[in-house]
């Protein structure tokens, strides 16, 4: 079970911000969110994650809204290897607890 | 160094065959994870290992076998294939509290 809700495709200027936005209304006060891609059939792609505060990394920028019932995944200045399904997934910290893949958005990078 | 690796990559097989396929992680992770992905992308979480122990078993027909031998390896064994099976299969692992890194897939074709 997902939990989460994301637009299926979205389309982005080569070098422009993606904005990818996800909801996740019923998350709990201790699920941290993550954020996957996975490009072609090879094996999903850790991004970032948090639980309350924005973060950044190398990769991009999780944004998470005060009330914790939306984010937003930043990529600064999207390419063409960034063309892939993006996935966002809320999970709890406990022994074996998995990550619970949506249907994602697919991005495309275009020229 | 590969973090998690499976093998094979590719499998085609017949029906009704038995088959395994192998997954080792080098990451010193307590938990290991099989996923499977069919044809329409949806990734679906099938066994989560702890420890060596089973903590999730997700409505997987008990065709489908794990073995976890030891922290580092979750091997899948598959039962009388049916053409349904075929499909993508990921491993995983990760540590309770962190992200989860995910090898790059064994594509499995039952014909």
């Known amino acids: 079970d997902a939990k989460t809700t994301q637009p299926p495709s979205m389309d982005c200027a080569e070098g422009r911000a993606a904005n990818l936005p996800c909801n996740h209304s019923?998350?709990?006060?201790?699920?941290?969110v993550y954020w996957y891609r996975q490009i072609h059939s090879q094996g999903p792609q850790y991004i970032i994650h948090?639980?309350?505060n924005n973060e950044t990394n190398e990769m991009a920028s999780l944004i998470i809204t005060e009330d914790r019932k939306s984010s937003t995944l930043i990529l600064p200045h999207a390419t063409l290897r960034d063309t892939a399904v993006y996935y966002c997934?809320?999970?709890?910290?406990?022994?074996?607890?998995?990550?619970?893949f949506g249907t994602g958005t697919s991005l495309t990078v275009i020229p | 160094d590969t973090a998690v690796s499976q093998t094979p990559k590719y499998l085609v097989t017949q029906m009704g065959n038995d088959k395994s396929i192998k997954c080792e992680q080098n990451?010193?992770?307590?938990?290991m994870y099989w996923y499977k992905q069919d044809s329409k992308k949806f990734l679906k979480i099938m066994f989560s290992y702890n420890n060596k122990e089973l903590i999730i078993n997700e409505t997987v027909p008990n065709r489908f076998s794990p073995k976890s031998p030891d922290k580092a390896h979750l091997n899948l064994h598959i039962n009388s294939l049916e053409l349904g099976d075929s499909a993508v299969y990921f491993c995983?692992?990760?540590?309770?509290?962190?992200?989860?890194?995910f090898g790059q897939g064994t594509r499995l074709t039952v014909v």
């Open positions: 995983a692992s990760s540590r309770v509290d962190t992200e989860a890194f």
């Open positions: 019923t998350i709990s006060g201790n699920e941290y």
């Open positions: 948090g639980l309350k």
């Open positions: 997934i809320v999970r709890v910290y406990n022994t074996g607890n998995q990550f619970y």
């Open positions: 990451l010193g992770h307590d938990t």
